[in-house]
């Protein structure tokens, strides 16, 4: 697995909730000067910073490469609904990353996309029994101004689980980024620039 793992989340006596990631090893100044694909490489080696997101949320790089990746996480009980199977946010949260790594790793320096529409097919209720959720998603088309890309989800058998489709503005890449390397950990405030 890779070294990106659900990190241990804290609540604090004011009420914030913070992230221990791992610590990454290597260089830390690539952020916004390479490729999409080099970015995406750089995080799933543990060089730079994932987004904190996927530590929460259990979240792991198993492959990136040019116009895809491949992402999967773990339907723990914890995600569970009311009325019983993992809440689809969790799906879509698998979905969402998925897609927006396979959109970002096909985009040249200076580039990243915002997301103009998600589209989720939720085929059968996920469970804890269900094992290992893998997302592979691809770019259909990747323009000036637009990308497209879909994934497909599948439980531990290989069973069919979800289908997504997202669309993405292409957009420059803004000249402020997250923190490159922090204490290594993550206040939600420390994440959103909140003051």
């Known amino acids: 697995m890779s070294s990106v793992n659900l990190a241990a989340d804290r609540t604090s006596s004011d009420g914030n909730t913070s992230i221990d990631v791992p610590e990454a090893q290597g260089e830390t100044g690539r952020v916004g000067t390479g490729s999409g694909l080099d970015l995406l490489r750089a995080m799933a080696a543990n060089e730079i910073l994932s987004p904190p997101a996927m530590a929460l949320l259990g979240i792991e790089f198993v492959s990136i490469r040019d116009g895809g990746a491949t992402l999967r996480r773990e339907p723990g009980d914890y995600l569970y609904n009311p009325v019983g199977p993992a809440h689809g946010s969790a ?94 950990t993550w206040d939600v405030s420390d994440w959103f620039k909140i003051s």
Do not use: W
């Open 91 to 184: 799906v879509a949260a698998l979905l969402d990353l998925a897609l927006g790594s396979a959109i970002q790793s096909a985009l040249p320096a200076g580039r990243t996309y915002t997301t103009l529409d998600t589209r989720i097919s939720y085929l059968r209720p996920l469970t804890a029994a269900s094992g290992t959720l893998t997302a592979v998603a691809q770019t259909l088309d990747i323009g000036e101004r637009r990308a497209v890309a879909e994934a497909h989800l599948t439980d531990a058998d290989g069973q069919a689980c979800a289908t997504a489709t997202m669309t993405g503005l292409v957009v420059e890449k803004p000249h402020e980024v997250s923190p490159e390397k922090p204490d290594r």
